[in-house]
């Protein structure tokens, strides 16, 4: 399966999803004019993984800010692990924030209400 690998910027995220090296990340900011087309690649990229995916598979979230039209999309992507899961994928997801950030820590909290995923929240620099 071929690594999708994007370098963020000011405004969109950097994410790394190599199945054969076992890497899920997120992380950086994320406001993209249009968040839809931003994350169609990620959500197809886990469509196909989601058929013959790793034994274990944990996706880090480092987010330092993302607006709401993210947040919505982000909770999309969050359902699509929930149904990976269900189907028996073995699935975490770990938020990491920074010591003092508990919007970001609050934020993750909230999505962890939402889907049935294991999350682990983890203080990251």
Do not use: H
């Amino acid at each position: 399966m071929i690594p999708l690998i994007v370098e963020g910027n000011e405004v969109t995220l950097t994410f790394n999803l190599n199945k054969e090296l076992g890497i899920f990340e997120f992380s950086g900011r994320s406001r993209p004019e249009n968040v839809m087309s931003f994350f169609e690649p990620i959500f197809e990229w886990f469509d196909d993984y989601a058929k013959n995916p790793n034994p274990e598979t944990i996706i880090k979230f480092k987010l330092e800010y993302y607006n709401s039209s993210s947040a919505k999309v982000i909770l999309r992507l969050l359902v699509r692990f929930e149904e990976m899961f269900k189907q028996g994928v073995n699935i975490k997801v770990q938020w990491c924030y920074r010591e003092n950030d508990e919007d970001i820590l609050e934020s993750g909290e909230d999505y962890a209400t939402l889907v049935e995923v294991p999350f682990e929240f983890l203080v990251c620099d």
